[in-house]
Nanobody, 126 residues
Framework: QLQLVNSGGGLVQAGGSLRLSCAASGFSLDDYSIAWFRQAPGKEREGVSCINRSDGSTNYADYVKGRFTISKDSAKNTMYLQMNSLKPEDSGVYYC???????????????????WGQGTQVTVSS
């Protein structure tokens, strides 16, 4: 069975850190572009960070640049999002996602993503 298990969310105070993880089974993350999306109540799902399958280049949304780091452990077949200096506006449900497409992942085209984790809630208190 192909699946992504999303975990690592929780409640943290502003300025704190969380590390989200997404463990894949049934397929290799190395065969996909990987991305993290988030969705706050009343807002559309938005791209946070990604790694292109084509060349391994990374992208970060402007509002997380310098604070978040995307990574992948191929041996563990797990992807991560390290989130530092968290702000209340970072709150929302975070999803990992995989795409077989060759487009630049910085476009964060949602329909290009074939597999999604179930999401994990991140709440940052002020």
């Amino acid at each position: 069975q192909l699946q992504l298990v999303n975990s690592g969310g929780g409640l943290v105070q502003a300025g704190g850190s969380l590390r989200l993880s997404c463990a894949a089974s049934g397929f290799s993350l190395d065969d996909y572009s990987i991305a993290w999306f988030r969705q706050a109540p009343g807002k559309e799902r938005e791209g946070v960070s990604c790694i292109n399958r084509s060349d391994g280049s990374t992208n970060y949304a402007d509002y997380v640049k310098g604070r978040f780091t995307i990574s992948k452990d191929s041996a563990k077949n797990t992807m991560y999002l390290q989130m530092n200096s968290l702000k209340p506006e970072d709150s929302g449900v975070y999803y990992c996602a995989l795409s077989t497409g060759w487009y630049d992942c910085s476009a964060y085209v949602i329909y290009e993503y074939n597999y999604w984790g179930q999401g994990t809630q991140v709440t940052v208190s002020s």
